[in-house]
């Protein structure tokens, strides 16, 4: 009689234990999914819209790709911002806004300085191969090409965009 309760007791503790792994290895993945290094997409398109809200409202939002990541660190956090003072932005928008400059921009080169415009910035030239912009490089200048540029799409040209080009000698 013992024993078999023994056995029993056994049994539902080695249940126990399983269910225990599977929940773990669960939990484990699920954790995995949730990797701030690893936002899902509807996470990232959740920033970039805040982006916009936040930092699109007095000129057109600076598209991630545009600039370094090591620039959005720094830009994202200081209340000091080209001459004006900035609202702090708040934590659950910080939450949001971070994981998607820094997905979809790249860290400078070791000894490389860190640009904070887009006329210094190689990651902003390597995205206009061939394309000559007038400088200085201001953020007026960008819808001029890019109509659709307010809502972050860079990708949508203005059909006849070649005539805002800077002419240059034959
Ligand atoms: C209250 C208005 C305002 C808000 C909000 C604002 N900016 Fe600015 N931003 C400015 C002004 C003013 C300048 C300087 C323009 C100049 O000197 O050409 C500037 C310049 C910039 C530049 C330099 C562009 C260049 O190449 O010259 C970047 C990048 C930038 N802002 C990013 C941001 C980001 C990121 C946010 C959100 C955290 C943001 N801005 C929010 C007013 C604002
Ligand atoms: C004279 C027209 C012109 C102006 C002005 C211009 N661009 Fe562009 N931009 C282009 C063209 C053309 C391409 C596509 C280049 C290619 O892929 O060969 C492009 C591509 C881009 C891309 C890459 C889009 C993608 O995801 O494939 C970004 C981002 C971008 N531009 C941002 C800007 C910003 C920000 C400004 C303003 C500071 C600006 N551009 C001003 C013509 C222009």
């Not at 929940?23 to 954790?31: E, K, M």
Request: glycine share 8%; with cysteine.
């Amino acid at each position: 009689m013992k024993q078999r309760w023994q056995r029993r007791w056994l049994w539902s503790l080695g249940l126990v234990l399983s269910v225990c792994s599977i929940l773990g290895w669960g939990l484990g993945a699920w954790s995995q999914g949730a990797d701030p290094a690893q936002p899902s997409l509807g996470r990232l398109r959740l920033g970039a819209e805040l982006y916009v809200q936040r930092c699109g409202s007095c000129h057109l939002p600076v598209p991630a790709q545009t600039l370094s990541t090591d620039t959005w660190r720094v830009l994202i956090q200081d209340i000091n911002h080209y001459g004006i003072q900035l609202q702090p932005l708040p934590k659950l928008d910080f939450n949001l806004i971070w994981p998607y400059l820094r997905t979809y921009s790249r860290p400078i080169r070791p000894g490389e300085t860190v640009p904070y415009r887009l006329g210094q910035s190689r990651f902003f030239r390597i995205l206009h191969p061939g394309v000559e912009l007038s400088q200085p490089i201001g953020l007026g200048s960008c819808k001029s090409c890019h109509p659709a540029a307010q809502q972050l799409d860079y990708i949508t040209l203005v059909p006849n965009w070649q005539q805002f080009l800077t002419p240059t000698a034959p």
